[in-house]
Each structure stands twice: as structure tokens, then as C-alpha cells.
């Protein structure tokens, strides 16, 4: 492969802004085709972003000779069937997060790319920008001294959109999420953690649903330990009363706090003060991690982000909530 040419099934809100221009403008990189089930928003997505071809289905898309890899842009319960269906015909894949609606999908879909030899990464984007790269300088370097316990903390409101129970989004609806807006959410930070401090062993907690405006738990607390025997606890509730997004690493010298959605600055505290440090976010936010993805396909590097880390956040997260769903 001398340049990827993608192929975009399920061209959506996600890859208007945060990945599909990036594409575009990777060197060795292009978009050549976008597909989406209502073939007249896959032809307006096309029109406006300059793509040769669209497709209202994904097999068309798959066959079409000039894609040579494929990026899955829609809702969780089809990341599996679309993955294998590339893996299938040759074709690496790039997955949006979460990788699956569970860890026995995310097994399937590293196993189908395995058996025909293609590559498989997963859009778990913070671990290539430059704002959570600085970060995982500062712990490496010993800017807290040894890694005591993390904190997470993530609240929201409820959403008007989540109260219409006739049309309610697809990410409060477990049959196509996995479960609620929890997966889609702390996954990010999840996965973060991860790359920071290696695999999570052990991980328990709770999941209810509070407010009662859909079928999807609202509301998760969780304990959790690394197998570098680093402990941590998070909170995520989604019918609260304020926006709260704060994430704390607590070291044997000093803190970190930083927010995993919001673009506040960077806080350590440690024997030299109180330093912020301001990090903007990029244009195309999964650029960097798509500029990885390209060097990996073209054979000049790797990506931080692949079927196998990714598939570890699943499996924690539903460990986490299998018994609101189990009840």
C-alpha cells in the first residue's frame, strides 16, 4: 500500500469535524468514498467534503476497488458485522469507540482481522493528542513522584433530547449502544488511564438507572485496580444537576488534575506550586491518532490505539454494568 484511500461506512455527526477532513489532509492519505443508509445524506455528505463516490450500503462500499481501508463510523451495534465484513474482503479497519457492544463482539472483530491478516485500530483518539501526551510526559517524568490513586469524576444533566421517550438517542438505547451514555463516555477516560498506566485487573461497582428516562443505567460508581497495583475509583451519573469533568492523579509528591472533554488547563500541584498549562485542542481531534493509523497501514509506525488495548476497555466496562443489565 504506497497511499490508504478510505472508505467512511456510516458518515455521520461524528466524521463532519473530528475525523473525516482529516483524511483528506494526512499526507499519503485520501477519502474516496462515504456511505450511509439514507443515500441521500451519504450524496450531501459527499458533495460537501469533495468525495468522489457515496453508497447507501455498506457492501458496495466494501467491493469498491479504489478503497483500500475502511473506517466505521457508526452506532456500536453494528461495529462487529462491518468489521468482519472488511476483514473479510482484505480490507484494515479503523473502529469508532466504544469497539463493540461487548467484550465477546470486540473478541470476534480482532479475531476475524487476525484470520485475514489486516490491520485493526480503534478511534480511542486521546492517546495521540499532544494535551494527554503532555500528561503522560509529566508522570513519566516524575512530575509526582510515584502514582499513588486516580479519581474519576464525570456529571451531566439530563438531556431534553433523552426525555422524549418516543424518539430517544441511540446512545441511552442498550440494543444499539451496548448500554448507556457510560460506555460512550468513560470509555474515553478508561482507555486513557490504560495508556498511562497499563491494563486494569480488577474492577467492581454499581449501575442504576435514577431518573428513569430511558431503559440505559444513569448512573455508575466503580473501584478499580491496575496490575501495576496503582487503585482508582470513578463516579459518572447523567441526570445530575451540573457539568462537573475533573480527573485526578494523585502522586507521592504532588497532583495532576485535567478534564477529559473540556479544554481547561492542565493543573499540577507539587513542591514547586501550582503550575496550569493551556493545551487547545486540535482542529480534527482524531488527526493525530489518524496520522499514526496511515504510518501504521503504509508500514512507518505504529498506532497507539488497536483492536487488542481497546477490547480491554470493553471488557472492564461491562464487568461494571452487567448487573444492572443481569437484574
Not at 455498506?58 to 451495534?77: G, K
Not at 513522584?145 to 451531566?156: C, D, H, M
Not at 448512573?219 to 487503585?231: A, D, G, K, L, Y
Not at 488527526?287 to 505504529?302: C, N
Request: charged content about 25%.
Amino acid at each position: 500500500m504506497k497511499k490508504v484511500k478510505w472508505g467512511i461506512i456510516g458518515c455521520g455527526d461524528v466524521t463532519e469535524k473530528k475525523s473525516g477532513p482529516a483524511l483528506q489532509k494526512i499526507e499519503d492519505s485520501e477519502l474516496v468514498a462515504v456511505m450511509r443508509r439514507t443515500g441521500e445524506l451519504a450524496k450531501d455528505y459527499a458533495e460537501r467534503h469533495n468525495v468522489p463516490r457515496w453508497y447507501d450500503k455498506a457492501e458496495d462500499l466494501i467491493n469498491d476497488p479504489e478503497v483500500n481501508a475502511v473506517y466505521i463510523a457508526t452506532p456500536p451495534s453494528t461495529h462487529k458485522k462491518y468489521t468482519v465484513m472488511a476483514a473479510q474482503a482484505g480490507l484494515p479497519v479503523y473502529v469508532e469507540k466504544p469497539m463493540a457492544t461487548n467484550y465477546k463482539e470486540a473478541q470476534k472483530m480482532i479475531k476475524a482481522c487476525q484470520k485475514n491478516e489486516v490491520q485493526l485500530h480503534v478511534a480511542y483518539y486521546r492517546r495521540a493528542m499532544p494535551r494527554f501526551l503532555k500528561i503522560k510526559e509529566l508522570l513519566e517524568a516524575g512530575a509526582i513522584g510515584e502514582i499513588r490513586t486516580v479519581n474519576i469524576r464525570l456529571a451531566q444533566p439530563v438531556e431534553e433530547a433523552e426525555k422524549d421517550e418516543a424518539n430517544l438517542p441511540w446512545r441511552v438505547l442498550p440494543e444499539i449502544a451496548g448500554g448507556g451514555k457510560f460506555l460512550d463516555l468513560a470509555a474515553h477516560t478508561l482507555d486513557l488511564f490504560d495508556y498511562y498506566f497499563g491494563p486494569i485487573e480488577s474492577a467492581s461497582g454499581f449501575a442504576i438507572n435514577q431518573g428513569g428516562y430511558y431503559p440505559a443505567e444513569d448512573n455508575v460508581v466503580m473501584s478499580f485496580r491496575f496490575e501495576n497495583e496503582i487503585q482508582g475509583t470513578g463516579s459518572w451519573t447523567f441526570n445530575g444537576y451540573y457539568d462537573l469533568d475533573q480527573n485526578e492523579i494523585i502522586g507521592s509528591r504532588g497532583r495532576l488534575l485535567f478534564s477529559s472533554f473540556d479544554e481547561e488547563p492542565i493543573i499540577l500541584e507539587n513542591e514547586a506550586g501550582r503550575k496550569e498549562i493551556e493545551f487547545a485542542y486540535p482542529e480534527h481531534v482524531q488527526q493525530p491518532l489518524l496520522e499514526k493509523v496511515v504510518a501504521s497501514l503504509l508500514g512507518r509506525g505504529d498506532s497507539p490505539s488497536t483492536g487488542k488495548t481497546a477490547a480491554r476497555t470493553t471488557e472492564i466496562m461491562e464487568k461494571v454494568i452487567e448487573s444492572y443489565y443481569n437484574n
